[in-house]
């Protein structure tokens, strides 16, 4: 989901539709109140957000998973696959599988665990128990048909809480209050632009960051082009790797490219003698023939204090 461009700034466009906001809010308060969770035949951990578009949950969830099989566990990814065209429950196969069947993060997940897509995430559960021991999803705090063991809310440092509207007013998926009712701690991803760690109650907040897994771009002339929620946060990254960024294209989040917009940036790179960069997102998006020349910055999400992440998840485990 797309977060409106005026979401981070407001202004009267914003104000004229908030009361579009406030129902927005309650047809997502009423779908929860009807609904009965399922509970699944394992534990479930969901890594969600508050805003639409990226907060950081993939790298969120691959950190889990990273720290849960570190625990003695098998954890198992189960996503809505946003962007591809398959139902599901389908277990993610990179090898037949594209980013248009499947969409472009479960093919990042599936490189390092088995991977469900499901619409129904609770069908897709009942998949997601057979080829492991514990459940993260990638995404679906709103969702009420899977019962939650473990409930993180993940906030992007820099980006806060936008404009503090509910879509189409501004970039909330639901209310500040009503998110951290239903969750159980908070990761916070990056400095603290907005002030946001003091707005988030007495729940547990993990501090983390976004670090490259390599950084051989240092001193390299680079176009670097996005399309994911804050592509800024690509941008801001090569710099200060010490890379030269000749231009930074942001593109919307999930972008399809087309073959002219790609033969543009490789002419624009071509001429200021760059390198194109991109995330590994983007790069999964990209048909298999148009990689060729494309480097994918990746980057890993590393915990301030993994031994309080470990506590959460030992306690999860439990509860499940």
Do not use: W
């Not at 790298?59 to 599901?88: H, I, M, Q």
């Not at 500040?176 to 729940?203: K, N």
């Not at 090569?238 to 919307?252: C, D, I, K």
Request: hydrophobic share 50%.
């Amino acid at each position: 989901m797309q977060a409106p461009a005026f979401g981070q700034q407001g202004g009267p466009l914003a104000a004229l539709l908030a009361p579009a906001g406030r129902l927005y809010a309650l047809a997502g308060r009423l779908r929860r109140a009807c609904v009965t969770p399922a509970r699944a035949s394992c534990p479930v951990i969901c890594v969600g957000n508050l805003l639409a578009g990226g907060s950081g949950k993939t790298p969120t969830a691959l950190a889990l998973a990273e720290r849960l099989a570190a625990l003695g566990r098998r954890p198992v990814f189960l996503t809505r696959g946003y962007g591809g065209r398959e139902r599901g429950p389908l277990l993610v196969d990179p090898a037949r599988h594209g980013a248009r069947a499947v969409g472009a993060e479960p093919l990042l997940l599936a490189a390092r665990a088995p991977t469900v897509v499901a619409r129904d995430r609770a069908a897709g559960a009942r998949l997601a128990a057979t080829l492991g021991d514990v459940i993260v999803m990638d995404d679906g705090f709103q969702n009420p048909r899977l019962a939650k063991d473990l409930a993180l809310l993940v906030f992007d440092g820099g980006a806060g809480l936008g404009n503090g509207r509910c879509i189409p007013a501004g970039p909330l998926r639901e209310g500040l209050d009503e998110g951290l009712a239903r969750a159980q701690a908070c990761v916070l991803i990056g400095a603290d632009a907005t002030g946001l760690a003091g707005r988030l109650g007495a729940l547990p907040l993990l501090r983390a960051s976004l670090e490259p897994v390599a950084r051989a771009l240092a001193g390299r002339r680079v176009l670097a082009f996005a399309g994911i929620g804050r592509p800024e946060k690509l941008f801001a990254t090569l710099r200060g790797l010490g890379a030269e960024l000749v231009a930074a294209r942001g593109f919307p989040d999930h972008h399809v490219y087309r073959p002219a917009e790609l033969a543009a940036l490789r002419a624009e790179a071509t001429a200021a003698g760059a390198r194109l960069v991109t995330t590994t997102k983007d790069l999964a998006r990209l048909p298999q023939a148009e990689r060729q020349g494309v480097t994918a910055l990746a980057v890993r999400l590393v915990f301030a204090d993994r031994d309080a992440l470990d506590r959460l998840l030992r306690e999860a485990l439990s509860r499940g």
